[in-house]
């Protein structure tokens, strides 16, 4: 089992930057992460993919936040970030972080998730 912890979401003006943290924690025996990142899900939107990164260090994007988001990790490996920068309207949602292995990963299971951080960003 893993506990996901987000924070870091709030109310931020446009053009302004957030910084999203979420830690994944093994509750009893070890879980072998091999990919962390974050979705958002906006209302009446599907849930789409916002940024993740993988243990060996490959990142992938969404097309609407290249450029302006950055996905990082700190040397605790179950810890990522995601840095929001120029922040727009549309960016307004709730951000899931999720975390699978690599069994999960290949046979694109869910993994786990947390229970979301939500982001305004007013204009």
């Known amino acids: 089992q893993v506990e996901i912890v987000e924070s870091g979401g709030g109310l931020v003006q446009t053009g302004g930057s957030l910084r999203l943290s979420c830690a994944a924690v093994?509750?009893?025996?070890?879980?072998?992460?091999?990919?962390m990142g974050w979705y958002r899900q906006a209302p009446g939107k599907q849930r789409e993919l916002v940024a993740v990164?993988?243990?060996?260090?490959?990142?992938n994007y969404g097309d609407s936040v290249k450029g302006r988001f950055t996905i990082s990790r700190s040397n605790a490996k179950n810890l990522v970030y995601l840095q929001m920068n120029s922040l727009k309207s549309e960016d307004t949602a709730v951000y899931y972080c999720?975390?699978?292995?690599?069994?999960?990963?290949?046979?694109?299971?869910?993994?786990?998730w947390g229970s979301g951080t939500l982001v305004t960003v007013s204009s």
């Open positions: 093994a509750v009893g025996r070890n879980f072998d992460i091999y990919i």
């Open positions: 999720n975390a699978r292995n690599v069994y999960q990963h290949n046979r694109d299971l869910p993994g786990y």
């Open positions: 990164l993988s243990s060996d260090e490959n990142t």
